[in-house]
């Protein structure tokens, strides 16, 4: 009787340890013998961690205020924002291609600070036309305006087809490419160990973090204030502004709609996962890192903030840095937060066999789809 007591007990808190995942092992394990990692350690606290305003509406008004719970936590946690100046644009260069100018412009986004701007405009426009605001990943402007210099970074640019701001201009839409601050000219203090491109996202990390804002707030900030450029511009239909992005500039594209309800369409490439399966999971650059984030909310929560405007999330299926089965968790989730606000047609995904790249498989589609012919 005794030893089946004592059986069964060892069996029910071995399984209590498993449903809860609680750390017995810290308690049973001598630390001399097998020394505690910090890896094992994070997994251990987020197994235990339940998201505080995770979404989980069942109707509109439910959506709305959890709308009015989780919209200001992000927007605090993407930090304090510059002091808004009045708009300056300097235009500095012209280039003429077959179906589209290219212009080099650079437009104030706060006192101490000129955002570098390729803005695209389609030849024979005939009426106002959406614009794009076209966002980089850690690669840098070159590639993604299909300006590398060797035949290697052509093809790279060809195959991850990031020239999505020259394909869209190609395509009669207005696009702005910008120059993320910390690439290329802006950068300051070369991160270590890269070579590929001109950038600083530990100096803009650091920098960022300790004056209170975050590097992707004060990216999404440039982007806001080269909105308020497209809408200074008489080619630029004002009501149909997209936003666009690869990788950490898919991550600007997801933040920036929740900041700027002036962003009507989003379409975000290799950045949609969970925070739990990629940045937590393994080594990416720490200006993707929003402090606290985890405790309130997954990614699927941030995109719902943008419901029930038109996102279309892109991942390639091999992509093994944004891993693909928390993708499809999280657009799960999503398209229940668009049928709660019957707008079903207006999330999308486009899963498609590849890996970190962007696609053009349904953007035009989902363009015409929402912002007409
Ligand atoms: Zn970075």
């Not at 810290?26 to 001399?32: L, Q, T």
């Not at 012209?94 to 104030?108: L, P, Q, S, W």
């Not at 839409?173 to 160990?193: F, H, K, L, P, S």
Request: hydrophobic share 40%; net charge neutral.
């Amino acid at each position: 009787m005794h030893n089946f007591t004592a059986l069964t007990r060892s069996l029910l808190t071995a399984l209590l340890s498993c449903l809860f995942l609680t750390p017995t092992n810290a308690a049973d394990r001598d630390p001399a013998e097998k020394p505690f990692t910090v890896t094992e350690s994070y997994q251990q606290l987020a197994d235990a961690m339940e998201p505080l305003q995770a979404w989980q509406a069942t109707n509109k008004a439910e959506h709305q205020a959890w709308r009015k719970q989780f919209h200001p936590t992000v927007t605090r946690i993407l930090g304090q924002m510059p002091e808004r100046v009045p708009l300056e644009v300097k235009w500095a260069e012209k280039k003429e291609f077959d179906t589209f100018t290219r212009h080099k412009v650079f437009i104030r986004t706060e006192a101490s600070y000129w955002a570098p701007v390729y803005y695209f405009v389609p030849h024979k426009l005939k009426k106002k036309v959406p614009a794009i605001v076209c966002m980089h990943g850690h690669s840098g402007i070159v590639p993604y305006i299909d300006e590398g210099k060797t035949k290697a970074d052509k093809e790279k640019t060809r195959q991850s087809e990031l020239d999505y701001a020259v394909y869209f201009a190609k395509h009669g839409y207005i696009t702005a490419a910008i120059v993320m601050r910390g690439w290329n000219e802006t950068a300051g203090d070369q991160d270590r160990g890269v070579s590929h491109t001109k950038r600083s996202c530990l100096q803009m990390t650091m920098n960022a973090l300790l004056i209170g804002s975050t590097p992707q707030g004060q990216r999404s900030w440039d982007a806001m204030r080269v909105i308020d450029f497209l809408q200074t511009q008489d080619q630029v239909d004002p009501d149909c502004i997209a936003a666009a992005g690869l990788s950490g500039g898919g991550a600007t594209a997801m933040y920036l709609p929740v900041l700027d309800d002036r962003v009507k369409l989003t379409m975000i490439a290799g950045a949609f996962s969970t925070y739990r399966a990629s940045y937590y999971a393994m080594p990416h650059c720490l200006c993707q890192c929003m402090p606290e984030m985890m405790r309130f909310g997954e990614m699927s929560d941030v995109v719902a903030l943008h419901a029930p405007r038109p996102v279309l999330l892109i991942n390639g299926i091999e992509d093994k840095i944004f891993p693909i089965e928390a993708a499809r968790e999280g657009y799960k989730k999503l398209q229940q937060v668009y049928q709660v606000l019957d707008a079903e047609e207006n999330i999308d995904a486009d899963f498609f066999q590849g890996g970190h790249r962007w696609s053009n498989n349904k953007s035009l589609d989902f363009l015409k789809q929402h912002f007409g012919e």
